[in-house]
């Protein structure tokens, strides 16, 4: 299985400003996934990032808004940018197991927009 | 959407198998059945996943309809520490970025003492 970690835990951040989420795993894996899940709700699946390739976004997220990185095999960032309330959320980081018949999910980042 | 449908909350005596039903009447023919939960303020966890077969593992135990079309979570001595969100999804095993896993809401199980 795979561990994964992210940074921060949570947040309190202010309207209009932005707030990166860190993702670090302890295994190489080919691909990462970023969800959202609001107060009291399921999943959603945001965007999903494969190493060296532009993230693919789900319908109703775009880039400019939640820009991702993946700098290599074992770590990606998701950016939240330009916060309102309504992007309060936890945030989890997810991987695929080599052999692609497991997922396995970070701790999640509890974001906050006052 | 989500391609299945679950009852949004059970209870379940501590000590008893707590079973859990999911329908996934439009399964096709190459996707798997898994099944995760969610414990308060953690994310997902794998249990299980079939095709066809049913299927043990040392969490639980996972009985797949002859038409696919259901199944259903065996928890076979529920305790309080079951208690938890729990998902049903049919996906293909990920291979590119377009096998998408689907989040639906999931049954909520309460454990009562």
């Known amino acids: 299985s795979a561990v994964i970690s992210q940074k921060p835990s949570r947040d309190i951040c202010q309207r209009g400003t932005s707030l990166t989420i860190q993702c670090q795993v302890d295994?190489?894996?080919?691909?990462m996934f970023w969800y959202r899940q609001q107060p009291g709700q399921s999943l959603t699946l945001i965007a999903t990032a494969n190493q060296g390739s532009e993230a693919t976004y789900e319908s109703g997220f775009v880039i400019d808004k939640f820009p991702i990185s993946r700098p290599n095999l074992t770590f990606s960032t998701l950016t939240v940018s330009n916060m309102s309330p309504e992007d309060s959320s936890i945030y989890l980081c997810?991987?695929?197991?080599?052999?692609?018949?497991?997922?396995?999910f970070g701790p999640g980042t509890r974001l906050t927009v006052l | 959407d989500a391609k299945t449908t679950q009852p949004p909350s059970m209870d379940c005596a501590e000590g008893r198998a707590a079973n859990l039903p999911c329908n996934h009447s439009?399964?096709?023919?190459?996707?798997?059945v898994y099944w995760y939960r969610q414990i308060h303020s953690q994310g997902p966890q794998y249990i299980i996943h079939g095709l066809k077969n049913n299927e043990t593992n040392e969490m639980a135990s996972l009985i797949i309809t002859e038409d696919r079309k259901s199944s259903t979570l065996i928890l076979p001595h529920a305790t309080l520490r079951d208690t938890a969100v729990y998902y049903c999804?049919?996906?293909?095993?990920?291979?590119?970025?377009?096998?998408?896993?689907?989040f639906g809401p999931g049954t909520s199980l309460s454990v009562i003492p």
């Open positions: 295994s190489q894996v080919t691909m």
């Open positions: 439009t399964i096709s023919g190459n996707e798997y």
């Open positions: 999804i049919v996906r293909v095993t990920i291979k590119t970025s377009y096998d998408k896993v689907i």
């Open positions: 997810s991987v695929a197991s080599d052999s692609y018949n497991e997922q396995f």
